[in-house]
């Protein structure tokens, strides 16, 4: 019997029985189709989270008050009010850094603002003017602060796109005003949005002179975080090193395990969340080929009654000579068919949800080639490896208890 026969009459037998055929490829379908949308999924929601951290500046390193183990300074539990306006001017001016090219202090505290009769909590941040360069802030209207803003206290503010949203709907908010902590403060601008999502949302955030957020709203003289933007890529980790050691000279503490100061990078950032999103895509692709194995048994049984229906047939070909070899392909030839079909179509499939999620959930369409190929070739595996026993078993059937069997 040629290929082109074998196949004629694989085609043919599976046919015989539509229904059963296509609940067989339908467990491979669901089975591949899983794995390759929960893959595309966690792929895609790494992508977002590298690029909403990307997003924050490049090159940066962040510096937050209270020590922890992090790069080139190890720090002990510290306060949360180590650092001052002076710790971040000092990095900016000192001659011992050389690499750094910009610093941005920063204070926050979430608050109740109001305008008119909306109301939301969000983040209210003071900051000077390279805040927005830094943290790469662009301006859909209006204006940021400026420098004079910052040293006359004045009561200006900045919107996020969220912020502007839940305060002033459609409108324009830019010249109209909000209360923060009971005082007024006029808006001079709306920053694009940055696609953020969490409780450090950029977009959820109302940005103020740094100067008024901490003596007229905070009543605190130190700052959360000194965002400090490297020259280049390539000099962040000697970046870190200076600021870290510059920071301890200014602090009088001669043991870096005491530091009263973390210092984090953007990569430190990034890998910890690849990290995360890593497990959570491994995860979900545990679960789906937990559906692609069930797919695979499915197979075998339908492989082990089409034996059954098959036996006097069987019987009959081995009387006439058939060996054993051509019973085994055969079969082998019928279970490689159902996981064919089912693979190309579960890979259409998984494409496809995956690529509609994207655009619903708003996340990068993200496809592992890698995963599509493993998804399809592991489905490849399952059908041969469920399909031999069955096939085996029918090959091993002697003739004439075959030619009995009712």
């Known amino acids: 019997m040629d290929l082109i026969e074998l196949l004629r009459e694989c085609f043919s037998n599976l046919a015989l029985n539509k229904l059963r055929t296509g609940l067989a490829i339908l467990g491979i379908v669901i089975g591949i189709g899983s794995v390759i949308a929960l893959v595309s999924i966690g792929q895609g929601s790494q992508k977002q989270v590298e690029t909403q951290i990307q997003s924050l500046g490049a090159n940066l390193l962040t510096v937050i008050p209270g020590g922890q183990n992090s790069g080139a300074v190890r720090g002990a539990s510290g306060g949360g009010t180590s650092l001052t306006l002076e710790d971040a001017l000092g990095i900016l001016s000192s001659s011992q850094i050389t690499t750094v090219k910009s610093v941005s202090p920063e204070s926050s505290r979430r608050l109740q603002a109001v305008a008119g009769k909306n109301n939301t909590n969000t983040q209210v941040i003071g900051v000077y003017p390279l805040y927005a360069e830094i943290r790469k802030i662009n301006l859909a209207s209006g204006s940021f602060i400026s420098q004079r803003d910052v040293d006359s206290l004045t009561k200006v503010a900045v919107l996020g796109a969220t912020a ?74 000697q970046a870190q090193n200076e600021v870290g050691y510059y920071l301890l000279s200014r602090h009088h503490l001669s043991d870096p395990t005491n530091a009263d100061f973390s210092i984090f990078s953007q990569n ?10 890593g497990t959570f895509t491994t995860l979900l692709s545990g679960i789906a080929a937990i559906s692609l194995l ?86 490849g595996i399952i059908g041969l490896v469920f399909g031999w026993y069955p096939a085996k078993k029918a090959s091993d059937l002697p003739p004439i208890v075959a030619l009995r069997y009712e």
């Open 164 to 237: 502007a949203s839940d305060l002033f709907g459609d409108s324009d908010p830019v010249g109209q005003n909000l209360r923060l902590n009971g005082q007024t403060f006029k808006i001079i601008g709306v920053a694009e949005s940055k696609g953020g999502t969490g409780f450090n949302n950029a977009d959820d955030a109302i940005y103020v002179p740094l100067s008024t957020a901490q003596k007229q709203l905070f009543g605190t003289n130190y700052l959360s975080t000194i965002a400090v933007e490297a020259k280049s890529k390539e000099l962040m980790t």
């Open 268 to 277: 430190d950032i990034l890998s910890a969340a690849s990290q995360v999103t």
């Open 294 to 379: 069930v797919g695979g048994i499915g197979i075998m049984n339908i492989m082990f009654v089409t034996v059954t229906e098959r036996t006097r047939e069987i019987g009959l070909r081995k009387s006439l000579g058939a060996k054993k070899k051509l019973i085994i392909t055969q079969f082998l030839f019928e279970a490689a068919i159902l996981t064919f079909i089912g693979g190309v179509i579960g890979l259409i499939f998984g494409v496809s949800v995956s690529f509609i999620l994207s655009k619903t959930l708003s996340f990068p369409f993200a496809v592992s080639f890698p995963s599509v190929f493993l998804a399809v070739g592991v489905s």
